[in-house]
């Protein structure tokens, strides 16, 4: 049983927490992951960031258009900048530049429950001009993720290249 105590140093401060916690396997396993989605897997799970790709992850908390009934379902709206400097380019047969992303965003609730996840395959074509601002930049990826209600929830995701494998985390 962990016992974690925490005190304040100022009145009128309130701390909130949840019960219990989450860590990683007792077990280590020395085989490397394999496949797409054990990488992204690891790489979502992952308590730290997983190194090689930059990314930054902004939830906002938003609602869909009125449906027929005027009712608006909760969501998230989940901005991520990937840093495009990380990314690798491979050349086209039409001369151009392309890069293929895997985009995984999950959501959970107060419980590590997991309530939605979207799990998608990117193909970026760009010039080589478009690419040089990419490397200065960032490659800006938004959707909208549907949630049953309002409340707390904790909201991760994870990149990974396809042509050099790196990954990143937020």
Do not use: M
């Not at 020395?30 to 992952?46: C, H, I, K, M, N």
């Amino acid at each position: 049983e962990h016992r974690i105590q925490v005190k304040v140093r100022r009145a009128g401060l309130t701390v909130r927490s949840r019960k219990g916690y989450t860590s990683a396997s007792d077990e280590v396993s020395d085989a490397a992951p394999v496949t797409r989605e054990e990488q992204l897997g690891r790489a979502l799970f992952s308590p730290f960031h997983a190194g090689g790709i930059g990314l930054h992850l902004t939830p906002l908390y938003s609602a869909s258009a009125p449906d027929a009934a005027n009712r608006r379902q909760p969501l998230l709206r989940v901005a991520l900048a990937v840093d495009g400097d990380s990314l690798q380019f491979k050349d086209t047969a039409e001369g151009k530049k392309e890069a293929v992303l895997d985009v995984v965003v999950a959501t959970y609730d107060s419980e590590n429950r997991k309530i939605t996840s979207q799990d998608k395959r990117y193909t970026v074509d760009a010039t080589s001009a478009q690419v040089a601002a990419f490397k200065t930049g960032s490659l800006d990826y938004e959707l909208d993720v549907p949630i049953p209600s309002a409340g707390a929830y904790q909201v991760r995701a994870a990149v990974r290249d396809d042509a050099s494998g790196k990954l990143g985390s937020a």
